[in-house]
C-alpha cells in the first residue's frame, strides 16, 4: 500500500474564499492510503514546502498529492521539494484547484464537491506512479534567429559576441526591416538609419555570423537542443560571391517597377537593392517583372556586369543546418487602410504614416521634399490616429507606438513645411519614457490636437476635407486640408499562421505570437528552445523590441552556455511480449521514433526521438505501448475516483 | 429527478499544450462556467483511447469533452488530426452503446481560448441537464459495476448524429432512461 500525504493549499484567499479547505483536507484524510492530509496558507513558499520535506522524512511518505495551483504553475517546484527530500519528483500528482475550481466558481458547496473530486482523483493516480529518471541531451552549440529586422539584429549581435555561432533568416533581400524605412524615432528624432546601418554592417562583419538574406525557413525538426531546420536561399539571379555591388546593373536596367521599400511612392529598377545602405549590398533580379524572364529579351545587366555576376539559371537551393536554439522576430505588417472610409487608394494625397516616412526622407522618392501629388507644399495636414486599431470594425487593440509615431510625424511637417498640422486622435497615449514631455513639445509647437476620431475623408473644393466627432466641443466638423496622413495598426505579418506552424508557436486571439505566460515568461513559447522577440508577439516601439531581442538572446546563450539539456521521461514504451508487429503505430508518429525490427518482429521506441505524446498508445490495438506517466491504468484510474465524488 | 437539480457530471481530457493552458487561462481571467467539468490532463488530445471515454461514461459521467490544439496548432505537430480521425468511429460506438450524441463533444481549444471553454462547457451542461442523467451510470445502477453500461438511451441503429431530443427511449430503457423525453 502506498503512503500518500495530500497538502491542500488555500493560496491567500485565492482558494479559500471559494472552496471549503478544511473540508477537501478531512476528506482526503479518509481516502484510501493517504497517511496525512494537511491544509497550508500558501505550499509554495519554503514553510509550505517544507511541511512536504518534514512529513516524506518523519512519516515515511512515499507519494506526495498537492492541491492547489496550476501543476503548468507549480508542478516543478513541489518535484524540486520531493527530490530534497529524497523522493523521485514523479511520485508527485497535483489537483488543480484554483485555476480549475475556486477561481472560475462561485458556488462554494460545488467548488469544494469539485475540489474533492480531483483530490480524489489524484490520489488514486499518484499511488500508481512510478519513479522516473529525466534524460540529457547535448545542444547543438548554433543559434538560429529568424528575422532581420531590429529585434533579430539585435539578439544576432548579442548572441554572436557571446561566442556562439548565429544563423540569420531574412526573407527581404536585405536585412534592416520596418526600421530601415523609418526617418527619425520618436521621442529623441534620432536619424533612424543612422543607428541602424551600424548594427546592420555589423551584422555582416562579424565573425560568428552566418547571413541568408532573400531565404525563407522552410522546415523545423527536432527539439530544444536539436533542432533541424531547412532553409531556402530563394534564387537572387545573381552570384553572391562574384558580386562586387558596383551598381553597374541596376544603373543600366531600363525598366523600372514601384519601389517596395518606399511603400510604392517611388520607382527601382529590375534589377535592384531595396535601398542605399542594404545589407549586403548585393542585388536581387525581380524575376516576376524582368524581361528577360518574360519574354527572354533585354538582359542588359548581365551583358554589362564586369564580374559576369549574373546567372539568369540559377536555382533555388535548400540548405539544412542543426540549431540549439532558435528566436522568431518577423515582425509585423501594416493595416492596409484601403479597407476604411479614409480615402486612401482613392485620393493620392491620402498616405499611410510609413509612405510619409519614405517621403520626408532624405533617400525617399522626393529627396525629403513634403510635397502634394502636383508638386505643391501642403498648407494644411491631417494626421488620423488609431486607423484599424481600437475599432472593432478591425483590431480591437491599441497599436501601442501610432500616437508616438503621429506625433513624430505632425513635428517633422511642421518642421518642413511650416503648415497647420492637425491631429485626429481618441486618447493620447504617451507611456513611454520622455513620451509625455515630447507630446507637450508638440503641442507647443502649435499642432492642433482634435479628440474625435477621424471617420471619414472626403474632397470639396479639390481639397480634402477630414470628418470627425469632436467629443469636446460635442460637435461634428469638417476639417479642410491638403494631404491626409494614416496612421495605421501594426498588425500580424500574412504570413503569421504558416510560421507559427513550422515553428510550434501558439497565436492570440489578434493573431500575434503568443509568450508562454504573459507576464513571467514573454519570450518563451509553448515550445521549448523556441523565443519570441519584437513585433511578432504585438506592437511595440524601437526600444521595447530591442529589449525583447536582447532578452531573448539572452535565453538563448543560457541554453547554449549550459550545453545540455533536460529532456521529460514522458515517453512510449513497447512491452514486446504483447506486440504483435502489426505496424498500425508507424505512421501515427510524427518524430519517427517508432521502428519495426525485422529480426524479433517487434516495433521498437527511440526514446531519443519520442516526444511522449502518446498518440501511437491509443492506436495500439493490442495495447503494447504505454507512454510513461500517462500509462493507461494511470489514467483509468484517475477518471474512476473524479468521477465517484 | 427528486427534489434537488440534476447536476450532470462532465469529464474533461484536455491537452497540456493548448486547452489545459486555455482552462488555466479561464482561472487566471476569472471567467466564470459551471462547476460541472472536471478536467484529467493528458499531453495531447491523440493519446485519448476510445477507451477512457466509454470507463468516464462507464464510471458516471453525463457527459465526456475531449479539448485539443486547434488543427495545425498541435504541439506534437498532428496529434489532433489523429484524434479528428478517431472521433467519428468513436462517435459512431458511442450510439451503439445507445449513448446520445449530446453528451459527447471534440472542441478545438488554444491556450487563449479561455472565453471559448467557457462557451462549449455552458452549452455542454444545458444540452445534457435537458436530457437528464446518462441512465447506463454506476451511481444509479450499482449493481452494474464500472465495466457495464446500462440501458441505451436510444435505439442503436438509428444514430441521428446533432439531433436533439429526437431520441425516443427504447423499449428496453429502465426507469432510470432519459428524462427530457
Known sequence: MARIGVYVCHCGTNIAATVDVAAVRDFAAALPGVVVARDYQYMCSDPGQDLIRKDIAEMGLDRVVVASCSPRMHEPTFR????????????????????????????????????KALVAGAVRRVALHQPLEERYADVTPQALVVGGGIAGIEAALKIADGGFRVHL????????????????????????????????????????????????????????????????????????????????????????????????????????????????????????????????KCGACQKLCPTGAIDFNQQDELVEENFGAIIVATGYSLFDPGRGPWGYGRYPNVLTALQFERMVNASGPTGGHVQLQDGSTPRAVAILHCIGSRDTNYHEYC?????????????????????????????????????????????????????????????????????????????????????????????????????????????????????????????????????????????????????????????????????????????????DEICSGCR?????????????????????????????????????????????????????????????? | MTGEEFEPKILGFFCNWCSYAGADLAGVSRLKYPA?????????????EPTMVLKAFACGADGVLVAGCHPGDCHYQQGNYKTLRRVPLLERTLAQFGIHPAR?????????????????????????????????????????????PGPAERPAAAPVPGERGAAAPAATVAAGGEAHD
Open chain 1, 399 to 575: 497599436s501601442n507606438v501610432c500616437c508616438m509615431y503621429s506625433l513624430k510625424l505632425a513635428h517633422l511637417v511642421k518642421e518642413k513645411t511650416g503648415a497647420e498640422v492637425y491631429n485626429f486622435y481618441i486618447d493620447i497615449r504617451a507611456f513611454g519614457k520622455a513620451y509625455e514631455e515630447f507630446y507637450n513639445r508638440v503641442q507647443n509647437e502649435g499642432v492642433y490636437f482634435i479628440r474625435g476620431k477621424g471617420a471619414e475623408v472626403g474632397s470639396r473644393d479639390g481639397r480634402l476635407v477630414v470628418r470627425c466627432e469632436d467629443t469636446l466641443l460635442g460637435k461634428y466638423r469638417e476639417i479642410p486640408v491638403d494631404m491626409v496622413i494614416l496612421s495605421p495598426a501594426m498588425e500580424p505579418r500574412p504570413d503569421a499562421a504558416r510560421i507559427s506552424q513550422v515553428f510550434g508557436i501558439q497565436r492570440s486571439a489578434d493573431g500575434f505570437f503568443l509568450e508562454a505566460h504573459a507576464k513571467l515568461e514573454p519570450l518563451k513559447t509553448a515550445t521549448d528552445g523556441v523565443f519570441i522577440a519584437g513585433a511578432c508577439q504585438g506592437p511595440k516601439d524601437i526600444p521595447y523590441s530591442v529589449a525583447q531581442g536582447a532578452g531573448a538572446a539572452a535565453e538563448v546563450l543560457r541554453l547554449l552556455s549550459a550545453g545540455r539539456v533536460t529532456i521529460s521521461p514522458v515517453v512510449a514504451q513497447v512491452a
Open chain 1, 80 to 115: 524540486r521539494a520531493l527530490e530534497s527530500a529524497g523522493l523521485n519528483g514523479y511520485l508527485l500528482e497535483m489537483a488543480n484547484i484554483r485555476e480549475h475550481v475556486s477561481w472560475v466558481t462561485t458556488d462554494v458547496p460545488a467548488a469544494t464537491r469539485k475540489a
Open chain 1, 169 to 296: 533568416v531574412e526573407k527581404e533581400p536585405s536585412i534592416g526591416g520596418q526600421m530601415a524605412k523609418l526617418d527619425k524615432t520618436f521621442p529623441t528624432l534620432d536619424c533612424s538609419a543612422c543607428i541602424l546601418t551600424p548594427k546592420m554592417v555589423a551584422v555582416a562583419q562579424h565573425p560568428n555570423i552566418v547571413l541568408h538574406t532573400y531565404s525563407e525557413v522552410e522546415r523545423v525538426d527536432g527539439f530544444v537542443g536539436n533542432f533541424r531546420v531547412t532553409i531556402r536561399h530563394k534564387a537572387r539571379s545573381v552570384d553572391m560571391q562574384k558580386c562586387t555591388g558596383c551598381g553597374t546593373c541596376w544603373s543600366k536596367c531600363p525598366y523600372t517597377a514601384p519601389n517596395e521599400f518606399d511603400e510604392g511612392l517611388g520607382k527601382r529598377k529590375l534589377i535592384y537593392i531595396p535601398f542605399p545602405q542594404a545589407v549586403p549590398n548585393k542585388p536581387v533580379i525581380d524575376r516576376e517583372r524582368c524581361v528577360k524572364f518574360q519574354s527572354g
Open chain 2, 36 to 48: 460541472n467539468l472536471r478536467i484529467v490532463r493528458v499531453m495531447c488530445s491523440g493519446r485519448v
Open chain 2, 104 to 148: 459527447f463533444r471534440l472542441a478545438w481549444i488554444s491556450a487563449n481560448e479561455g472565453q471559448k471553454l467557457v462557451q462549449v462547457v455552458t452549452e455542454m451542461v444545458d444540452e445534457i441537464k435537458k436530457l437528464g442523467p446518462f441512465p447506463g451510470t454506476r451511481s444509479r445502477f450499482p449493481e452494474l459495476g464500472a465495466a457495464a
Open chain 1, 584 to 645: 498500425a503505430c508507424l505512421p501515427i508518429c510524427p518524430y519517427h521514433a517508432l521502428t519495426y525490427d525485422e529480426g524479433v518482429k517487434v516495433v521498437l521506441v527511440n526514446e531519443a526521438l519520442c516526444k511522449g505524446c502518446g498518440t501511437c498508445v491509443a492506436a495500439c490495438p493490442s495495447g503494447a505501448l504505454s507512454v510513461s506517466h500517462f500509462r493507461t491504468p494511470q489514467v483509468l484510474a484517475q477518471i474512476e475516483e473524479v468521477l465517484a465524488v
